[in-house]
């Protein structure tokens, strides 16, 4: 009474174990062109001109995760007063985010921080400010007061401000990018 | 034709019917009882049975007879007769369950070899937090890792994600569980009973019950052939949760045998909050449902089951960081910068997960008596992560993150029958596994994995003793395409891995009311796929993790014993446990930071050592006085590193719960009512690595509880109503185990209350 049942059940497990082999034969290779993960910067270009000259330092990391990451010295002229601008890019996807920031510019703001002995000689200001009279930092200025050569270091910063409050003076705990650049005095 | 409840009026209904054993074959003497008025009769010799002057209303009624399993069925009663006809199931030899006899005692004093909490679908009920993991993390050895208040997962012994297994209506449930921030995807209304074993458990299992194994078994298919049901409704005040689950099932009286269930749930919360603080984004939404069909004869049974797990959840806004030094920062400030409103919208970052489940499972008896079972199961995961910002549209429509999961499952076994005394099973199993990450190969790439296994067990069972053996051979094929930079291409990487495990256990019943029991018992997991190729920042803790792909698989070796004391008044099972482990594969810190654009990170690499994971855990309860009961359950655990003698990462801290009952008499319509009083004791942990955590683990702490619970006569239908507070001083605590722990603090005080009703719907 029971074989044509167990007859059937053989049947199905053969049909189930004939499925489980069949979708094993699929390859799952991927697909290469897919979009970037989240927001990426990978190159920074930092310009700065004054004095007759146009000086250009990149921080480059070509895949964002700091495999290949280099960053160009900045050689100032004593008694020299620049004018900067930034250009920040995603090479990985083609994008400049320069424009998407100065939109966004009640979102971001730039730190700069000079270290070393070049600490005392170099003051940067920023110039520009968002529509609550904050500062951003897009277009600042490099000042360099006369003196003896020296060297230290130039740190920016680039914070985003999401749900936290831009006030002007504080950083965010979201940094989209951290670089500091060596700096010599001539 | 349907009422739900009624007030009790008129006893003026009936219910009469017949009780068949599967065999079809009608039943005398089987009791039948309406606990809730204490009233009974017994079916005659054609198993006829008829009860009389009933009140109006729900109520259930329970069929009892010594051999075979007890059925309780709800109905609903109107003024016509109701008919309620049964069938009953003989109870049989379940290897996994108690072989020696019937006697309740005996069976929690010969439970298993291991370590084992098992919740009947009632516990489990009463029990139910927000999440499956709040739910477990109330048994001893269990603790939950959380990643705010909508995430949280088990962990069993110090050990989780890929070291746990999760058995799904018998199918081991595969999501991407390779992150601390990714829950098992289990519906928490799931009617079904829960199984936790804790220590090793390779050879039942399988491939990653190194640290234990959550089973989930959907509860038996009614036997009753009228429509009935259960209502249950929670709501928790600290995130204003509100949620729900409705079950409907019955047996179909054309066709003997067959039943039918189904089930849904939904769960709706917003943000939850600390003592002082609102937690930003932490709500979630979540549906399921679930649904059974299943022909169960004498000698042989069908089942299909399938379910689906849907849930969007929020995350913490104020722990979304750019850097290492925007989580010092973070860390040193101790509290968000921004300030958030309660509200019950989930912005960007968030998850979405969804989960379906499809088993069909048949056994067969054949003439020799042996049983013959085949399980096959396919399951489909599907991950999306949204990144707080995205460039290329929206956050919230595309996901910097898609991951899907297929897996398919078989699984046969022969189930022998007791000769002379001894029994056993062996069986094989299979896995097919595909995974694909939408676009993008980078974190989790795409890959395949075949897994097959074969396995044998015995037990012998004399006198007062058990004795089982086993082994188990697996081997697990993985073909991965991972990119090992955003700039090289994908690469074809093929590992295999083969193992071969094996159980010695023992049960030694020495005593009327105690017994001891030890297990030794081997576990492997291969590496999983982040452990192999993970290339990146993991968000939140501001970590560069770095994988290896010549990584080996690890094992583990355990040894637990167990002493089970089951008497009249108390009742306690307390495990010694030591696990060994054998390339236990951990992160490690690298001397070097990586520097990356973004800033500094501190860099992990995958390495494999060997570990010693050992402690204590239980659970004991004495009925000191006719109304007062008191329990208390403990975890100790001890993990470290054999060679480098330092103490293992992230192990929860000790910790103790005390609880005391106290049994109300009953007044008017309220029975069964309880006070329960408890208080949770978790130290600091002191044990840690020193240097590969941000932050030092945070000070112990001290929670109390409070509840109350009665079931609520509505005329003879009981209704079960509880209200608890958790955490009921208010206390600002962060526990070692939160993944927000460097950002805000965990919950505060949070008011639950739970109702539950069943459904009996009159045939007429």
């Known amino acids: 009474m029971y074989q044509p049942i167990s007859k059937y059940l053989t049947g199905a497990l053969c049909l189930v174990l004939f499925a489980v082999v069949l979708a094993g034969c699929d390859s799952n290779e991927p697909d290469d062109d897919g979009p970037g993960e989240t927001e990426l910067i990978t190159r920074v270009v930092l310009t700065l001109t004054g004095g007759g000259e146009t000086i250009s330092a990149t921080a480059n990391d070509p895949d964002g995760d700091g495999t290949n990451f280099q960053i160009d010295d900045i050689i100032l002229t004593a008694g020299t007063t620049y004018t900067g601008s930034f250009e920040i890019a995603d090479d990985i996807n083609g994008e400049d985010i320069t424009a998407e920031i100065e939109e966004e510019n009640a979102e971001h703001q730039f730190f700069f921080t000079v270290g070393g002995a070049a600490s005392s000689r170099v003051t940067v200001t920023i110039n520009d400010q968002d529509e609550n009279n904050l500062p951003v930092g897009l277009d600042f200025t490099v000042a360099v007061s006369d003196g003896d050569a020296s060297s230290g270091t130039l740190r920016v910063i680039l914070s985003h401000y999401d749900d936290e409050p831009k006030n002007g003076t504080d950083r965010s705990d979201e940094t989209d990018f951290d670089i500091t650049f060596p700096i010599a005095i001539q | ?42 079916t005659d010799e054609d198993g006829r049975y008829r009860l009389a002057d009933l009140p109006e209303g729900t109520l259930s009624v329970e069929f009892r007879f010594i051999g075979f399993k007890t059925v309780t069925s709800t109905v609903s009663l109107t003024s016509q007769p109701t008919t309620l006809d049964v069938t009953l199931e003989s109870e049989t030899v379940e290897l996994d369950e108690v072989v020696k006899t019937a006697d309740g005692a005996s069976a929690l004093l010969n439970r298993a070899t291991l370590a084992v909490t098992r919740l009947e679908a009632e516990e ?10 709040e739910t477990l993390g109330k048994l001893p050895g269990v603790t939950t890792l959380t ?29 991407q569980q390779w992150g601390g921030e990714h829950a098992p995807e289990i519906d928490p209304f799931a009617p079904v009973r829960i199984e936790v074993v804790r220590g090793a458990a390779g050879v039942e299992y399988g491939v990653g019950a190194i640290g234990g194994v959550i089973r989930l078994e959907p509860r038996d298919l009614p036997t009753a052939a009228a429509l009935q049901g259960s209502v249950s409704m929670n709501g928790f005040s600290n995130n204003r949760q509100g949620s729900g689950s409705v079950l409907l099932e019955r047996a179909i009286r054309a066709v003997p045998g067959v039943a039918w269930r189904a089930q849904g749930s939904y769960r709706k919360a917003g943000s939850s909050h600390t003592p002082d603080l609102v937690i ?38 104020g722990a979304h960081i750019g850097n290492f030094d925007d989580l010092q920062r973070a860390i040193e400030r101790g509290a968000p910068t921004a300030r958030y409103d309660f509200s019950y919208g989930i912005d960007a970052p968030k998850q979405n997960v969804r989960h379906t489940l499809m088993t069909v499972r048949g056994r067969y008896t054949l003439d020799s008596g042996d049983q013959l079972e085949a399980q096959y199961g396919t399951q489909w995961n599907r991950r999306q992560e949204f990144d707080a910002h ?37 069986g094989i199993s299979g896995m097919n596994q ?32 058990t004795v089982e053996a086993g082994s188990r051979f697996d081997h697990r094929w993985l073909r991965a395409f991972p990119q090992m930079s955003r700039l090289e291409g994908f690469v074809e990487r093929v590992n295999t891995y083969t193992s071969l495990s094996g159980v010695v256990g023992a049960i ?16 492997w997991r291969p590496p999983g796929v982040n452990e192999l190729y993970s290339f990146g920042v993991h968000h939140g803790t501001a970590q560069f993790e770095i994988g290896d792909a010549t990584l080996s698989g690890e094992r583990s070796y355990n040894i637990d014993v167990t002493l089970r004391h089951v008497s009249e008044r108390a009742r306690f099972e307390v495990s010694a446990f030591n696990n060994s482990m054998d390339g236990y594969i951990h992160l490690f810190p690298e001397p070097e930071p990586r520097v990356t654009i973004r800033g500094a990170f501190p860099s992990f690499r995958y390495v494999q050592t060997d570990a010693w994971l050992r402690g204590l855990d239980g659970v004991a309860e004495y009925q000191v006085l006719r109304f007062l009961a008191v329990g208390a359950q403990a975890s100790i655990i001890r993990g470290d590193d054999r060679r480098t003698d330092q103490p293992l990462i992230f192990m929860p801290a000790d910790r103790l719960r005390l609880s005391s009952t106290f049994s109300l008499p009953d007044l008017g319509v309220l029975r069964d009512s309880q006070v329960e009083l408890g208080g949770s004791f978790v130290s600091r942990q002191t044990r840690f690595p020193v240097g590969a955590e941000a932050a030092d683990p945070p000070d112990g702490y001290t929670l109390f509880s409070a509840g109350y619970r009665a079931q ?53």
């Open chain 2, 124 to 133: 489990v009920e009463l029990l139910r937090g927000q999440t499956l993991g």
């Open chain 2, 147 to 175: 990643t705010g208040p909508s995430i949280s997962k088990p962990v069993i012994r110090g050990l989780h994600s890929q070291r746990v297994l999760v058995l799904n209506a018998g199918v081991p449930q595969e999501g």
């Open chain 2, 280 to 317: 930003g984004n932490s709500g979630f939404e979540e549906l399921n449902g679930s649904f059974t069909v299943g022909l169960q004869r004498a000698r042989f049974g069908l089942e299909a089951h399938a379910s689906h797990f849907g849930t969007e959840l929020g995350i913490f806004r």
């Open chain 2, 434 to 465: 595909g995974n694909v990450n939408g676009e993008l190969g980078y974190l989790i790439p795409n890959f395949r994995a075949l897994t097959g296994g074969a396995y044998a067990r015995a037990t012998w069972v004399q006198g007062p003793w």
């Open chain 2, 712 to 764: 609520l006569m509505w005329g003879a239908t009981p209704i079960t109503l509880s209200c608890s507070v958790e955490n009921l001083l208010n206390t600002t605590y962060r526990d070692y185990l939160s993944r927000f722990r460097y950002y805000i603090d965990d919950p505060g005080r949070n008011v639950v209350l739970r109702v539950q009703f069943p459904l009996g719907f009159s045939d007429s």
């Open chain 2, 508 to 523: 030694w019943q020495f005593a009327e009311s105690w017994s001891v029991a030890a297990n030794i018992g081997t576990a």
């Open chain 2, 1 to 42: 034709m349907i009422t739900l409840i009624g007030p009790c009026a008129a006893w003026a209904q009936s219910i009469e019917g017949q009780v068949r054993g599967t065999d079809q074959q009608p039943l005398p003497g089987v009791n039948v009882v309406v606990p809730s008025l204490q009233r009974g009769t017994t």
């Open chain 2, 390 to 426: 995205r460039r290329f549209g929206n956050p919230l429509d595309d996901p910097a993150f898609d991951l899907t999961l297929i897996t398919q499952t078989l699984d046969a076994k022969l189930k022998t029958k007791p000769r002379g005394s001894v029994f056993g099973v062996v």
